[in-house]
């Protein structure tokens, strides 16, 4: 793993579940939220992806809840890029609480598809901020 990446959030009304606990559903969208931002740290925002016609798909994705957050809490989703191939990477994330104690772990394979959606190569940019390295 050799760039990490922090995304804070503060769980709102809407976030939660009949349960009054943030729904898995919602995990789904800050992790989706985590990256987006990551990107946008490395001079990479979603924009640019759809300028150059280059998109990110989640190709697996495996979550393992570890206990509930609730309203007003804060948690920190901290997320570090390993094993890039030519068109893809793996993003592993740790959303904790303001203590440390952790709510979930989850893990993503994202594949990099051109237009017409076929595996296309990590851009150098991406590859470079995220994996330190210029080729797979």
Excluded: H
């Excluded at 959030?9 to 939220?33: H, K, P, Q, T």
């Excluded at 191939?85 to 994202?110: F, I």
């Amino acid at each position: 793993m050799n760039n990490t990446f922090q995304f804070t959030y503060r769980v709102r009304l809407d976030d939660l579940d009949y349960m009054g606990i943030v729904g898995n559903a919602d995990w789904l969208i800050f992790l989706e939220r985590a990256r987006a931002d990551l990107l946008a740290s490395i001079d990479y925002p979603m924009k640019r992806l759809m300028d150059e016609k280059i998109g990110g798909v989640v190709a697996d994705l495996k979550v393992k809840y570890i206990r509930p957050a609730r309203i007003d809490d804060t948690f920190t989703i901290v997320v570090c890029a390993k094993e890039p191939t030519e068109s893809s990477g793996t993003l592993e994330y740790v959303a904790q609480s303001t203590d440390g104690k952790p709510y979930l772990k989850a893990e993503t394979k994202m594949v990099f598809v051109d237009a017409s959606g076929r595996p296309t190569n990590i851009p150098p940019g991406i590859r470079v901020a995220l994996f330190g390295t210029e080729s797979p």
